[in-house]
């Protein structure tokens, strides 16, 4: 089966940092791309980053780029966001997604960050 | 940035109706290279993640049911329900997935009338 958990949400004040994680199992991570893909309380979804199979090629979407970091550890079988300089619009449930190309066929159920003071 | 445009934002239908989702893209998201229309469906029931309906346009995913049904190339999509049943009541999004930043439609809720 396959299986997605993300990790590391909470409450951040602005400005701050946080560290997301996402756990795979299930199905040979190497071979998907990943990405990150959030939703703010009660609004649509929107992509954030996403991140080739090697590693090799990253792309985020325009309000990210320069704040927000995706990577991945094919040995762990994990993908992780480093977010920093948070600001209050960054408050949404952040869902870890994959699949064999860009197409997102699996879903983590997200964790939850809150940016407030 | 391709821009996803979908309508209408909301639709009530009666069990067993017909329900349709329109998308439409700022660009064409049909690859020349390899005929392939770079949009899926997704659908989003309440507190859970999305699940991938539809991918390639008109490709349903393994477990689907076969009352779902994508169509539409280049820049006019549309998502078609036949036969709503009550498990359907969910936000469907589309989104391209031609080029990045990956970006999808705006949602569709579909209520039961």
């Known amino acids: 089966e396959v299986l997605l958990v993300e990790s590391g949400g909470g409450l951040v004040q602005p400005g701050g940092s946080l560290r997301l994680s996402c756990a795979a199992s299930g199905f040979t991570f190497s071979n998907y791309w990943m990405n990150w893909v959030r939703q703010a309380p009660g609004k649509g979804l929107e992509w954030v980053a996403n991140i080739k199979k090697d590693g090799s090629a990253k792309n985020y979407v325009d309000s990210v780029k320069g704040r927000f970091t995706i990577s991945r550890d094919n040995a762990k079988n994990s993908l992780y966001l480093q977010m920093s300089i948070l600001r209050v619009e960054d408050t949404a449930v952040y869902y870890c997604a994959g699949g064999l190309g860009y197409v997102m066929d699996h879903w983590g159920q997200g964790t939850l960050v809150t940016v407030s003071s | 940035d391709i821009v996803m445009t979908q309508s209408p934002d909301s639709l009530a239908v009666s069990l067993g109706e017909r329900a349709t989702i329109n998308c439409k893209s700022s660009?064409?998201?049909?690859?020349?290279?390899?005929?392939?229309?770079?949009l899926a469906w997704f659908q989003q029931k309440l507190g859970q993640p999305p699940k991938l309906l539809i991918h390639g346009a008109s490709t349903r995913e393994s477990g689907v049911p076969d009352r779902f049904s994508g169509s539409g190339s280049g820049t006019d999509f549309t998502l078609t329900i036949d036969t709503l049943q009550t498990e359907d009541v969910a936000v469907y999004y589309c989104?391209?997935?031609?080029?990045?930043?990956?970006?999808f439609g705006g949602g569709t809720k579909v209520e039961i009338k």
């Open positions: 989104q391209q997935y031609y080029s990045a930043p990956l970006t």
């Open positions: 660009q064409s998201v049909l690859s020349s290279s390899d005929s392939w229309n770079y």
